[in-house]
């Protein structure tokens, strides 16, 4: 795929491997096609961390070829997306001395890449560095400074990175696929950006991405990224701890979970949930209000 208009996105999550081929339009306000997908149920992770290089790289081989398939294309390439409680957000600031001159793109790249060099952490890869604001001689609040005159420039942004030895696992599962890498995403902020509007980043939202084994956060304000983090919590968890309590096996847990979860109380106590029998224990009920207090 040659055309610069055709993205593709390989998400490996803890559950399943997606893969989606999209075509973007050449205006500004030109909304993803999506031209085809796949997934595949094997070669999940472990919270983001890869356990078993061949099966993700099986996994990823078969989501390609279903989504290949409907969309009519080939894939080379493709963005990653990547999860984990090994992801690190930092707010970091940087300094360049202007000295009473016009502010240049080139100081406020410097001011930024000192802040993502002050952030950088041992055994960490940087993803992302997301401009905050400028401060331009003490004023704050400043998004564009280029042209002012001033003799002090300073860059707040916030680095997201993750640990260096999961993102080459994971990139080496792709590529065994047969496809290359264009960058590596966190996934947190995809999705912040997909269920969020500016407006809402602006008057200050936190965005939750809860998976199977993960949940992605971004907290934001004024349009500004203020915090990032990956939690080690999600779907797979409650199931479990439903299996445990219940005491039912773990496939039931899964389909009342689908079925009756809620984390807002609309059961009565004169609700009833049937729960299946299991071993030496008769076929049993919930009440509705229980199954909420449990989750």
């Not at 989504?67 to 957000?89: F, P, Q, T, V, Y």
């Not at 004023?139 to 300073?154: F, R, Y």
């Not at 949940?215 to 203020?226: E, F, H, K, T, V």
């Not at 079925?259 to 009565?268: E, F, I, P, R, V």
Request: hydrophobic letters at 40%.
């Amino acid at each position: 795929m040659k055309d610069s208009a055709i993205k593709v996105v390989i998400d490996v999550g803890s559950s399943r491997t997606r893969v989606t081929i999209g075509e973007v339009g050449n205006r500004e306000d030109s909304v993803l096609e999506v031209l085809g997908s796949g997934f595949s149920a094997g070669g999940a992770l472990n919270a983001g961390i890869v356990t078993n290089i061949p099966a993700v790289s099986h996994a990823i081989r078969h989501a390609v070829a279903i989504a290949e398939e409907e969309a009519g294309l080939k894939i080379n390439s493709a963005l990653i997306s990547i999860s984990g409680d090994h992801i690190l957000g930092m707010n970091s600031d940087g300094r360049a001395q202007i000295r009473n001159r016009r502010i240049s793109k080139n100081d406020l790249v410097h001011a930024v890449m000192r802040a993502r060099q002050l952030a950088r952490k041992e055994e960490q890869d940087t993803l992302h560095v997301l401009e905050q604001q400028f401060i331009v001689d003490n004023h704050q609040g400043i998004t564009d400074p280029v042209g002012m005159i001033a003799d002090n420039l300073e860059a707040r942004v916030h680095v997201i990175s993750a640990r260096r030895a999961a993102v080459v696992n994971l990139c080496q599962c792709v590529r065994n696929a047969g496809i290359e890498i264009e960058g590596v995403i966190y996934a947190g902020l995809a999705s912040a950006y997909a269920a969020s509007t500016a407006d809402e980043r602006d008057l200050g939202i936190c965005t939750v991405d809860l998976g199977a084994g993960t949940a992605d956060l971004m907290l934001w304000w004024r349009n500004q990224p203020m915090h990032a983090a990956t939690l080690p919590i999600g779907g797979e968890q409650v199931s479990s701890a439903l299996a445990t309590i219940l005491r039912t096996p773990r496939q039931s847990a899964e389909m009342l979970k689908r079925s009756h979860g809620a984390l807002l109380d609309k059961y009565s106590r004169h609700t009833r949930i049937p729960l299946p029998s299991t071993g030496h224990l008769p076929d049993r009920q919930l009440a509705g209000n229980d199954m909420v207090e449990l989750l």
